[in-house]
T-cell receptor
Framework: AQSVTQLGSHVSVSEGALVLLRCNYSSSVPPYLFWYVQYPNQGLQLLLKYTTGATLVKGINGFEAEFKKSETSFHLTKPSAHMSDAAEYFCAVSDLYDYKLSFGAGTTVTVRA | DSGVTQTPKHLITATGQRVTLRCSPRSGDLSVYWYQQSLDQGLQFLIQYYNGEERAKGNILERFSAQQFPDLHSELNLSSLELGDSALYFC?????????????FGEGSRLTVL
């Protein structure tokens, strides 16, 4: 079974600073990896995904993530944080043969002015 | 707006009661997923349907059941409710049977059991 571990339940950054959210996965088969964002009182929205091909994946709102098989990681970054990035971020994993996403515990991002 | 509609948005009920949560997927999406989000357990996959048939089952209690109807809307039935069932229940939809594509989430139904 696949699983993901998100390091750090809360991250606080200054506006304009780098955002780095860490995710490590466990999977016995090639994984599909996802980052979702949840704004207050809303459902989850896909930021980006990795299935096959290029290991550096660009998503919406300036976010990107890099799949590193040797490190079993899929960390999410954004070069310059904006106040609107304050939200909860979830890493998730699946694979070609699975019908469900397994989510991490989530990381709440706060952005300081 | 994801295009996924969930009703009701909020529901308060008592222990031992039964409730039904409804989900209308995006137009054309054949897969419906149900997830439970709680503070202590995070986002837990409950069950998935594809074009009316159950495809995958996760940590869904026997007191819970779901179905997908011919018009593709889905209902999640929760019975003999306990305090611990208080949570946010999300429905998501996708066009494909698997998850390689994007899942579109509704805004959730917040259930409070008193």
């Amino acid at each position: 079974a696949q699983s993901v571990t998100q390091l750090g339940s809360h991250v606080s950054v200054s506006e304009g600073a780098l955002v780095l959210l860490r995710c490590n996965y466990s999977s016995s088969v090639p994984p599909y990896l996802f980052w979702y964002v949840q704004y207050p009182n809303q459902g989850l929205q896909l930021l980006l995904k990795y299935t096959t091909g290029a290991t550096l994946v660009k998503g919406i709102n300036g976010f990107e993530a890099e799949f590193k098989k040797s490190e079993t990681s899929f960390h999410l970054t954004k070069p310059s944080a904006h106040m609107s990035d304050a939200a909860e971020y979830f890493c998730a994993v699946s694979d070609l043969y699975d019908y469900k996403l397994s989510f991490g515990a989530g990381t709440t991002v706060t952005v300081r002015a | 707006d994801s295009g996924v509609t969930q009703t009701p948005k909020h529901l308060i009920t008592a222990t031992g009661q039964r409730v039904t949560l409804r989900c209308s997927p995006r137009s054309g999406d054949l897969s419906v997923y149900w997830y439970q989000q709680s503070l202590d357990q995070g986002l837990q996959f409950l069950i998935q349907y594809y074009n009316g048939e159950e495809r995958a089952k996760g940590n869904i209690l026997e007191r819970f059941s779901a179905q997908q109807f011919p018009d593709l809307h889905s209902e999640l039935n929760l019975s003999s409710l306990e305090l611990g069932d208080s949570a946010l229940y999300f429905c998501a939809s996708s066009h494909r049977q698997g998850v390689a594509g994007e899942l579109f989430f509704g805004e959730g139904s917040r259930l409070t059991v008193l």
